[in-house]
């Protein structure tokens, strides 16, 4: 396991691991919800949006998933860091998600568009909007 988020009502545990998969765990059940398979390499960070519809999963693959919390469908593939991604957040109201490699950060607003604007925060951090 490299990467835990429970959704809002604490009903289901993500999980993230070194086998290029994630996993939705049901805990009041105790059993395996929905597999999450997509990833090139193992999956570094996991988050569940603020609702619990979706979660965003990062990899070593350079590239962050979205999927549909309640089927494991992938909704969208972002793709374009460049190093591996380890982390993965959502805001507060669920409109952006943001990821980091530890160089440098995406946020993806609305509708997960694909046009990219860099905000530099400093020589060392920067962070990427979608």
């Not at 395996?32 to 609702?51: A, T, Y």
């Not at 992938?74 to 507060?92: C, F, R, T, W």
């Not at 607003?109 to 604007?117: I, P, S, T």
Request: charged share 25%; hydrophobic share 35%.
């Amino acid at each position: 396991m490299r990467a835990l988020s429970f959704n809002q009502d604490g009903s289901l545990l993500a999980i993230g691991g070194d086998d290029k998969k994630a996993m939705l765990w049901n805990i009041k059940k105790d059993e395996l919800f929905k597999k999450l398979s997509g990833h090139d390499d193992d999956v570094k960070g996991i988050s569940f949006s603020p609702d619990g519809s979706r979660v965003a999963t990062t990899s070593k693959d350079k590239s962050a998933i979205i999927w549909d919390a309640a089927t494991g469908d992938k909704i969208k593939a972002l793709n374009g860091h460049s190093n591996n991604v380890n982390s993965v957040a959502y805001s507060p109201e669920g409109k952006y998600l943001v990821t980091g490699n530890g160089e440098c950060g995406q946020v993806s607003g609305g509708a997960f568009r694909q046009d990219v604007h860099t905000v530099v925060h400093s020589r060392q951090h920067c962070s990427d909007v979608w």
